[in-house]
Protein backbone atom coordinates (compact mmCIF):
# COMPACT_ATOMS: atom_id res chain seq x y z
CA UNK A 1 0.00 0.00 0.00
CA UNK A 2 0.86 3.52 -0.39
CA UNK A 3 3.04 4.86 2.79
CA UNK A 4 4.98 7.44 3.68
CA UNK A 5 7.51 7.04 6.80
CA UNK A 6 9.15 9.57 8.38
CA UNK A 7 11.79 9.71 10.59
CA UNK A 8 11.85 9.94 14.50
CA UNK A 9 11.55 12.64 16.81
CA UNK A 10 13.76 15.79 17.56
CA UNK A 11 15.34 17.83 20.20
CA UNK A 12 17.53 20.88 18.45
CA UNK A 13 18.63 24.26 20.49
CA UNK A 14 18.04 27.85 19.27
CA UNK A 15 19.41 28.61 16.15
CA UNK A 16 20.66 25.27 15.23
CA UNK A 17 19.15 23.21 12.07
CA UNK A 18 16.79 19.95 11.45
CA UNK A 19 16.53 17.93 9.03
CA UNK A 20 13.22 15.43 8.62
CA UNK A 21 12.85 12.70 6.16
CA UNK A 22 10.11 10.91 4.42
CA UNK A 23 10.51 7.80 2.56
CA UNK A 24 7.54 6.82 -0.01
CA UNK A 25 6.89 3.27 -0.42
CA UNK A 26 3.78 1.49 -2.46
CA UNK A 27 4.01 3.61 -5.68
CA UNK A 28 6.53 5.00 -8.69
CA UNK A 29 8.20 7.46 -6.27
CA UNK A 30 8.77 10.19 -8.86
CA UNK A 31 4.98 10.21 -10.42
CA UNK A 32 3.91 12.78 -7.54
CA UNK A 33 4.99 15.63 -5.33
CA UNK A 34 5.59 15.63 -2.24
CA UNK A 35 4.43 18.57 0.40
CA UNK A 36 5.75 19.19 3.86
CA UNK A 37 2.80 20.76 6.30
CA UNK A 38 3.41 21.44 10.06
CA UNK A 39 1.62 21.81 12.93
CA UNK A 40 2.61 23.56 16.19
CA UNK A 41 1.13 22.43 19.69
CA UNK A 42 -2.86 22.47 19.63
CA UNK A 43 -2.50 24.82 16.44
CA UNK A 44 -3.84 24.20 12.87
CA UNK A 45 -2.11 23.19 9.95
CA UNK A 46 0.42 25.63 8.06
CA UNK A 47 1.74 24.09 4.20
CA UNK A 48 5.42 24.62 3.86
CA UNK A 49 6.15 23.49 0.58
CA UNK A 50 6.77 21.25 -2.08
CA UNK A 51 8.87 19.35 -3.79
CA UNK A 52 8.93 17.37 -7.33
CA UNK A 53 10.77 13.83 -6.91
CA UNK A 54 11.47 13.74 -10.53
CA UNK A 55 12.63 17.12 -11.45
CA UNK A 56 13.51 18.42 -8.05
CA UNK A 57 11.93 21.34 -8.62
CA UNK A 58 10.78 23.35 -5.31
CA UNK A 59 8.32 25.82 -3.89
CA UNK A 60 8.22 27.28 -0.96
CA UNK A 61 5.99 29.44 1.35
CA UNK A 62 6.76 32.69 1.73
CA UNK A 63 6.97 32.76 5.37
CA UNK A 64 9.57 29.87 4.88
CA UNK A 65 11.47 31.09 2.07
CA UNK A 66 15.11 31.21 2.87
CA UNK A 67 15.05 29.07 5.91
CA UNK A 68 13.79 25.88 4.50
CA UNK A 69 14.96 23.73 1.62
CA UNK A 70 13.51 20.04 0.56
CA UNK A 71 15.74 17.62 -1.30
CA UNK A 72 15.45 14.17 -2.40
CA UNK A 73 17.40 11.37 -2.70
CA UNK A 74 15.62 9.10 -5.46
CA UNK A 75 17.77 5.93 -5.24
CA UNK A 76 15.66 5.18 -1.57
CA UNK A 77 12.56 7.31 -2.40
CA UNK A 78 13.07 9.50 0.24
CA UNK A 79 12.28 13.02 0.67
CA UNK A 80 14.45 15.56 3.11
CA UNK A 81 13.02 18.66 4.52
CA UNK A 82 15.60 20.97 6.72
CA UNK A 83 15.04 24.06 8.09
CA UNK A 84 17.69 26.44 9.46
CA UNK A 85 18.06 29.00 12.03
CA UNK A 86 15.81 27.06 14.52
CA UNK A 87 13.57 29.43 17.20
CA UNK A 88 10.87 28.21 19.67
CA UNK A 89 8.16 29.38 17.59
CA UNK A 90 9.11 26.34 15.19
CA UNK A 91 8.63 23.69 17.43
CA UNK A 92 5.98 21.08 15.85
CA UNK A 93 5.04 18.15 14.23
CA UNK A 94 5.80 18.30 10.77
CA UNK A 95 4.18 16.19 8.37
CA UNK A 96 5.14 14.99 5.06
CA UNK A 97 2.16 14.32 2.54
CA UNK A 98 1.88 13.22 -1.30
CA UNK A 99 0.10 15.15 -3.68
CA UNK A 100 -2.24 14.57 -5.95
CA UNK A 101 -4.28 16.23 -8.74
CA UNK A 102 -2.90 19.43 -10.74
CA UNK A 103 -0.29 21.62 -8.96
CA UNK A 104 -3.61 24.46 -8.74
CA UNK A 105 -5.88 21.80 -7.55
CA UNK A 106 -3.64 19.84 -5.13
CA UNK A 107 -4.67 17.68 -2.14
CA UNK A 108 -2.84 15.56 -0.25
CA UNK A 109 -3.26 11.64 0.12
CA UNK A 110 -1.95 9.99 2.46
CA UNK A 111 0.27 11.77 5.29
CA UNK A 112 3.22 10.53 7.07
CA UNK A 113 3.00 9.91 10.67
CA UNK A 114 4.46 12.95 11.65
CA UNK A 115 7.51 14.01 13.21
CA UNK A 116 8.03 16.00 16.58
CA UNK A 117 10.39 18.97 16.00
CA UNK A 118 11.05 20.46 19.11
CA UNK A 119 12.76 23.42 20.13
CA UNK A 120 14.31 24.84 23.39
CA UNK A 121 17.27 25.95 24.83
CA UNK B 1 -5.17 34.46 11.03
CA UNK B 2 -5.94 31.78 8.15
CA UNK B 3 -6.71 32.43 4.57
CA UNK B 4 -9.56 29.99 4.93
CA UNK B 5 -11.91 30.85 8.13
CA UNK B 6 -13.58 27.68 9.45
CA UNK B 7 -15.92 28.02 12.91
CA UNK B 8 -13.61 26.95 15.61
CA UNK B 9 -16.21 24.47 16.97
CA UNK B 10 -19.27 22.58 16.21
CA UNK B 11 -21.26 19.88 18.21
CA UNK B 12 -24.28 17.38 17.49
CA UNK B 13 -25.93 14.44 19.12
CA UNK B 14 -25.33 11.22 17.90
CA UNK B 15 -27.79 10.51 15.06
CA UNK B 16 -27.78 14.23 14.19
CA UNK B 17 -26.20 16.36 10.82
CA UNK B 18 -23.42 18.85 11.13
CA UNK B 19 -22.26 20.68 8.84
CA UNK B 20 -18.81 23.04 8.61
CA UNK B 21 -18.25 25.71 6.86
CA UNK B 22 -14.97 27.31 4.56
CA UNK B 23 -14.83 30.69 4.08
CA UNK B 24 -12.47 31.82 1.63
CA UNK B 25 -12.55 34.93 -1.06
CA UNK B 26 -11.62 35.58 -4.36
CA UNK B 27 -8.05 34.34 -4.81
CA UNK B 28 -9.03 31.30 -3.86
CA UNK B 29 -12.19 29.67 -3.43
CA UNK B 30 -13.70 32.50 -5.51
CA UNK B 31 -11.19 31.99 -8.00
CA UNK B 32 -12.45 28.75 -9.07
CA UNK B 33 -9.96 26.50 -6.88
CA UNK B 34 -10.80 23.12 -5.34
CA UNK B 35 -11.77 22.91 -1.81
CA UNK B 36 -10.45 19.53 0.22
CA UNK B 37 -11.50 18.39 3.34
CA UNK B 38 -9.10 16.24 5.97
CA UNK B 39 -10.07 14.71 9.29
CA UNK B 40 -7.99 14.30 12.19
CA UNK B 41 -7.73 12.20 15.07
CA UNK B 42 -6.31 13.05 18.65
CA UNK B 43 -2.90 12.45 18.01
CA UNK B 44 -2.82 11.06 14.74
CA UNK B 45 -1.82 12.42 11.10
CA UNK B 46 -4.41 14.10 8.65
CA UNK B 47 -6.47 11.88 6.55
CA UNK B 48 -8.54 13.42 2.90
CA UNK B 49 -12.56 12.72 3.27
CA UNK B 50 -13.17 14.51 0.20
CA UNK B 51 -10.95 15.94 -2.28
CA UNK B 52 -12.04 18.16 -5.28
CA UNK B 53 -15.33 19.71 -3.71
CA UNK B 54 -17.35 16.85 -3.55
CA UNK B 55 -15.16 13.36 -4.13
CA UNK B 56 -15.20 10.87 -1.75
CA UNK B 57 -12.02 8.71 -1.87
CA UNK B 58 -12.58 4.62 -1.54
CA UNK B 59 -13.35 3.82 2.10
CA UNK B 60 -15.29 7.38 2.91
CA UNK B 61 -18.39 6.26 3.70
CA UNK B 62 -21.39 8.41 1.73
CA UNK B 63 -22.12 10.11 5.42
CA UNK B 64 -18.98 12.31 4.58
CA UNK B 65 -20.48 14.80 1.47
CA UNK B 66 -18.90 18.49 0.08
CA UNK B 67 -20.31 21.31 -1.62
CA UNK B 68 -18.70 24.80 -2.98
CA UNK B 69 -20.53 27.66 -4.01
CA UNK B 70 -18.76 30.87 -4.67
CA UNK B 71 -16.02 31.60 -2.10
CA UNK B 72 -17.53 28.84 0.31
CA UNK B 73 -17.74 25.53 0.62
CA UNK B 74 -18.94 22.85 3.66
CA UNK B 75 -18.49 19.63 4.70
CA UNK B 76 -21.68 17.95 5.99
CA UNK B 77 -21.78 14.77 8.11
CA UNK B 78 -25.15 13.16 8.54
CA UNK B 79 -25.76 10.28 11.06
CA UNK B 80 -23.50 11.63 13.67
CA UNK B 81 -21.20 8.77 15.36
CA UNK B 82 -18.87 9.06 18.25
CA UNK B 83 -15.94 7.78 16.15
CA UNK B 84 -16.30 11.40 14.01
CA UNK B 85 -15.29 13.31 16.96
CA UNK B 86 -12.08 15.00 15.30
CA UNK B 87 -10.92 18.19 13.81
CA UNK B 88 -11.99 19.08 10.14
CA UNK B 89 -9.58 21.10 8.49
CA UNK B 90 -10.73 22.70 5.01
CA UNK B 91 -7.47 23.20 2.39
CA UNK B 92 -7.13 24.81 -1.64
CA UNK B 93 -5.04 27.04 -3.52
CA UNK B 94 -4.54 30.38 -3.14
CA UNK B 95 -2.96 32.52 -5.99
CA UNK B 96 -2.09 35.54 -4.25
CA UNK B 97 0.41 34.19 -1.78
CA UNK B 98 3.06 32.39 -4.56
CA UNK B 99 1.32 29.08 -6.01
CA UNK B 100 0.33 28.16 -1.78
CA UNK B 101 -1.90 25.85 -0.84
CA UNK B 102 -3.87 26.89 2.18
CA UNK B 103 -5.60 25.67 4.91
CA UNK B 104 -8.69 26.74 6.96
CA UNK B 105 -8.15 27.36 10.97
CA UNK B 106 -9.52 23.58 11.76
CA UNK B 107 -13.44 22.81 13.04
CA UNK B 108 -13.51 21.19 16.47
CA UNK B 109 -16.37 18.55 16.28
CA UNK B 110 -17.64 17.27 19.10
CA UNK B 111 -20.58 14.78 19.59
CA UNK B 112 -22.77 15.29 22.55
Known amino acids: QVQLVQSGAEVRKPGASVKVSCKAS????????IDWVRQAPGQGLEWMGW????????GYAQKFQGRVTMTRNTSISTVYMELRSLRSEDTAVYYC??????????????WGQGTLVTVFS | QSVLTQPPSVSGAPGQTVTISCTGS?????????VHWYRQLPGTAPKLLIF???ARPSGVPDRFSGSKSGTSASLAITGLQAEDEADYYCQSYDYMLSGSRVFGGGTKLTVL
Open chain 1, 51 to 58: LNPKSGNT
Open chain 1, 97 to 110: ARGQGSPRQRWFDP
Open chain 1, 26 to 33: GYSFSSHD
Open chain 2, 26 to 34: SSNLGAGYD
Open chain 2, 52 to 54: NNN
